[in-house]
């Protein structure tokens, strides 16, 4: 496992000893999907847009072990919920993407559900997907999938590693050779298509492409990215600025899945109204109405006649592509006060400009900004639930990790009284992309 700390050797040796009691296979034929979950201090809520995002992965995340079933059968059980999932990978399946009937988030982490077994919903959507671009698939996998404790609801792009997760082992199964560009654009079928969830590339595209102890940036327009290393130091220690942060997570005990929450969907359409309008304006009404096939000289000359709301819209947009531009440089150069400052502007901007947050979470994000050693601060995922990241001094990361927890106690006693107190505030290092073992 090298520098990697995640997954550990006995956490692999569960999953597989978990699948051959399913099976009645031996532990040696089980193979692990490892699918880790991914941050994003830049470029939050622009993926939609086609803007250009930052992500790394961390040491957290799905882990899925599995043996080809022999047959066209897809057995599966959860660390998480109760029941189990069987369909056959020869059912045609169909869209479920109703917001207000879908009531489901995997193993992984989001809301747990009120009907039975729904929890399997993601892996059909997986094999949706792969059905939709006509592949055709001859073994099923029997599985056992679980998600590192206590992170569920986290605002970690939980749902996009249960995606993946599902995507890889079904294509591992049936021998197929899928590159990460084309399985960016599966697990987004799932979500969009299969689910009606109206994001972007961002988190499937983190968790497939990042690379240990270096930052992912992607145009979510043309699909082009670029992995980036922070400058090496004098001294030639490669592994200095690795070694000099820590990513802290704290989390609000707010649990929400997107699909159930209409507020996410609705700022995504308050974007292309936006866009829209200023295509409009610009005489090109004819283009897809998304904010990068917006000119920025064209939103300085407009921006003032457009509606409140889609105002503030488009203002985080164009401002935050500003500050990821801004944050590569900083990165590169290995300055993390700088990168820092911008997350927490980044930050502010979700809070004001693209309006999301609840109280309990901005409370927090305002505690990270206070607390010893944090360089920046912000809420993770769409900001409606899970948690808060900031990225923090290594030597001060569990002096902060105390802070935190005390005063979000003393804010919100109720919500913090629900968390886990050891998991209430994780200190975690960078990842490595999703893979198979």
Known sequence: MGEFSWPTEDQLKEMRNKVSEMSGREAEEVRVVVSPYRICPLGAHIDHQGGTVSAMTINKGILLGFVPSGDTEVVLRSGQFDGEVRFSIDEIQQPRNSVKKHHVVHASGSAKIKEECKWGNYARGALYALQSRGNNLTQGIIGYICGSDNLDSSGLSSSAAVGIAYLLALESANG??????????????IENGYLGLRNGILDQSAILLSRYGCLMRMDCKSKEYEIIQPREPQNSDKTKIQKSY???LAFSGLRCA????????CRVAECQEAAKFLLCASGKAEMDPRLCNVEEEVYEAHKNELEPTLAKRAEHYFTENRRVAKGLEAWKSGNLQDFG???SASGLSSIYNYECGSEPLIQLNEILQRAPGVFGARFSGAGFRGCCLALVDADRAEEAAS???SE?????????SQ??????????EPGDSARVI
């Open 403 to 405: 802070y935190v927890r």
């Open 419 to 428: 968390l886990n107190a050891d998991s209430a505030v994780l200190i975690c």
């Open 341 to 343: 400052k911008l997350i």
């Open 246 to 248: 820590k990513v802290l």
């Open 408 to 416: 979000y106690f003393e804010l919100q006693p109720e919500l913090a």
């Open 258 to 265: 997107l699909t159930n929450n209409p507020g996410y969907n």
């Open 176 to 189: 197929m050779n899928v590159s990460p560009l084309d399985n960016i654009e599966y697990d987004r079928f």
